[in-house]
């Protein structure tokens, strides 16, 4: 069991910056690829970034590309999320998420939410314009 939980999220207005962070606890997700998707009011959940097991590859929804950064720390188990020159459709909740896989098909799935086998309850996010 992986228990994922998120911090950071809060009230901004356009233009400023926010970094959310997720802890893990229970297990080390060390080898696992780790996301964040996140769902705006009235919307599904969707893709905004991920980051393979060794942090060596990063991948973006085309619409943070070049605004959001995906990092992570595997001693002390977490992932970050530095989100600048954000936009009020940016407003949502934000979910980390774990992958179980360890394997070169992640490279392919990494956007998809079944990808995933643990949730975080999310953290909200609020760009004012």
């Known amino acids: 069991q992986v228990q994922l939980v998120e911090s950071g999220g809060e009230l901004v207005q356009a233009g400023g910056s926010l970094t959310l962070s997720c802890a893990a606890s229970?297990?080390?997700?060390?080898?696992?690829?780790m996301a964040w998707f996140r769902q705006a009011p009235g919307k599904g959940r969707e893709f905004a970034a991920a980051?393979?097991?060794?942090?060596?590859?990063?991948f973006y929804a085309d619409s943070v590309k070049g605004r959001f950064t995906i990092s992570r720390d595997n001693v002390k188990n977490t992932v970050n999320l530095q989100m600048n020159s954000l936009k009020p459709e940016d407003t949502a909740v934000y979910y980390c998420?774990?992958?179980?896989?360890?394997?070169?098909?992640?490279?392919?799935?990494?956007?998809?939410?079944?990808?995933?086998?643990?949730w975080g309850q999310g953290t909200q996010v609020t760009v004012s314009s």
């Open positions: 229970g297990r080390t997700v060390t080898n696992n690829g």
């Open positions: 980051i393979s097991w060794s942090g060596a590859w990063t």
């Open positions: 998420a774990t992958s179980p896989s360890h394997s070169a098909n992640y490279y392919n799935t990494y956007n998809e939410e079944n990808e995933y086998d643990y």
